[in-house]
């Protein structure tokens, strides 16, 4: 199985600020994932991230409010931009592509808090 | 479009009951992936099991069962002798097959509020 971890595990911010979120995998894969849980809700994807092309956003989300990258295969950062209290919500990354098994898990998630 | 829907919002039981958790799903796909997670109170999600479409048979895992049915575009997760230690947050999740637009993306229910009292 595939071992992903996120960068902050939780951070509490002042609106109007921006957070990055690092999402590293252990293994090569194809596809990853963004998705917010906002508070008492269930997940909702923000948007694909490819390597070598542009993030692929759900509607809804747009890239000036949560731009992505994904220099690599194993690596793929999403920034929360110009933050509200409304985005207070726990982020969590995915994959898929590269072995199988790894489509079954999310990483362990950043819970953010926004003052 | 894809739809999950979770019509319990919360179930609570007494431990040692046994409990079960719908699922529906719409698809306009022919193949596709049915997932569970659970989310415990820390917020990560616990996979739980992945269904193939074209796998119908249903499968047991030490305490925990899902019926899929096809027909009725339903799979149901099934605790037996519930613990305190299931009280959780627990979801469906579809995806689409590999290739198709849809694949890996996961589509969620709203999710079930499952709490076992000693």
């Known amino acids: 199985s595939a071992v992903i971890s996120q960068k902050p595990s939780r951070d509490i911010c002042q609106r109007g600020t921006s957070l990055t979120i690092q999402c590293q995998v252990d293994?090569?894969?194809?596809?990853m994932f963004w998705y917010r849980q906002q508070p008492g809700q269930s997940l909702t994807l923000i948007a694909t991230?490819?390597?070598?092309?542009?993030?692929?956003?759900e509607s809804g989300f747009v890239i000036d409010k949560f731009p992505i990258s994904r220099p690599n295969l194993t690596f793929s950062t999403l920034t929360v931009s110009n933050m509200s209290p409304e985005d207070s919500s726990i982020y969590l990354c995915?994959?898929?592509?590269?072995?199988?098994?790894?489509?079954?898990?999310f990483g362990p998630g950043t819970r953010l808090t926004v003052l | 479009a894809q739809k999950v829907t979770q019509a319990q919002t919360e179930i609570s039981v007494v431990e040692k009951e046994d409990v079960t958790l719908d699922c529906v799903y719409e698809?306009?796909?022919?193949?596709?992936?049915l997932f569970w997670y659970k989310q415990p109170p820390s917020g990560e999600l616990v996979f739980l099991i992945r269904?193939?479409?074209?796998?119908?048979q249903n499968e047991i895992s030490g305490r925990y069962s899902w019926n899929f049915q096809k027909s009725t575009s339903s799979f149901n997760f099934t605790i037996t002798a519930s613990q305190v230690v299931d009280s959780a947050v627990y979801f469906c999740?579809?995806?689409?097959?590999?290739?198709?637009?849809?694949?890996?993306?996961?589509?969620f229910g709203q999710g079930t509020i499952l709490t076992v009292h000693p």
């Open positions: 991230a490819n390597q070598g092309s542009e993030a692929t956003y």
């Open positions: 698809t306009r796909d022919t193949t596709y992936y």
């Open positions: 999740a579809l995806s689409g097959w590999a290739g198709g637009t849809s694949y890996g993306k996961l589509t």
């Open positions: 293994s090569q894969v194809t596809m």
């Open positions: 269904r193939n479409s074209f796998d119908e």
């Open positions: 995915r994959v898929a592509g590269g072995r199988l098994d790894n489509e079954q898990f």
